[in-house]
């Protein structure tokens, strides 16, 4: 099995006000590397380079302030009509692994992965082998099926999932998993994500953009209280 060499996250960052986003959790991810992507919405009317011109100082300065909290990462600042697409963008510029989305956690201990089946799950678990590896959290991976489904499948698919973090070098006794039988999914990861302190979800489109605006991941990320770690499918 093939882990990723370095785990590196995308940060993006709303620059263009005063009050820093909630990001306590990236003092918990262990030694994952960090690439925080400053954004300043520009209106369609505006041109980036005039906002920039007249903003970027104070940008520059509140996302200084930021990178100093966490670590000193990389940084990147952009003036951007569309922060979907720019997110996308340095998401592949920089060759990041998944993209962080801010919450209110302090630490992380306890981390939840639903899991959709086989679409992007090599690259889902070697990013959650990767955190474990990195720090001390345990891991509940989870699965829903319709109530007139067989559970069978669903069963053997977090089953094989937890066989393979243990063959990544994740102790046993860190991962368990759940299977929830006839709810609806996008509900279930919401109120179960509430019990923990990081949600990893994975990518299922064709670009990070679709897939942050527009469909069931996004509604799921909008109404998490807690930091969610999404998956880039870029294999």
Known sequence: ?????????????????????????????????????GYFPVPDQAEPALLRDQYGSKATDRLDAVADEHGDPAEVLVFTHDREATIDRIADEYDC????????????ERVLVPLRGDVNLNRILAVVADLLLAGNETA????????DTDPTQGELL???????LVEYGVGRDRVDWQLSKGGDPQTDIVELGAEYDL??????????RERIIGNVLSAIVDALDVPALIVRDVE
Request: charged share 20%; glycine share 6%.
């Open 199 to 208: 949600v990893v979800l994975g990518e299922t489109d064709p670009s990070l």
């Open 140 to 147: 509940t991976l989870f699965h829903s099926v319709p109530e």
């Open 1 to 37: 099995m093939t882990r990723i060499d370095e785990l590196r996250i995308l940060v993006p960052v709303d620059v263009s006000g005063t009050e820093p986003p909630p990001l306590d959790v990236l003092d918990h991810l262990g030694a994952v590397e960090v690439v925080l992507l």
């Open 97 to 108: 692994d998944a993209v962080l989305t801010a919450g209110r956690s302090t630490v992380v």
């Open 158 to 164: 977090l089953m094989g999932a937890v066989d393979r």
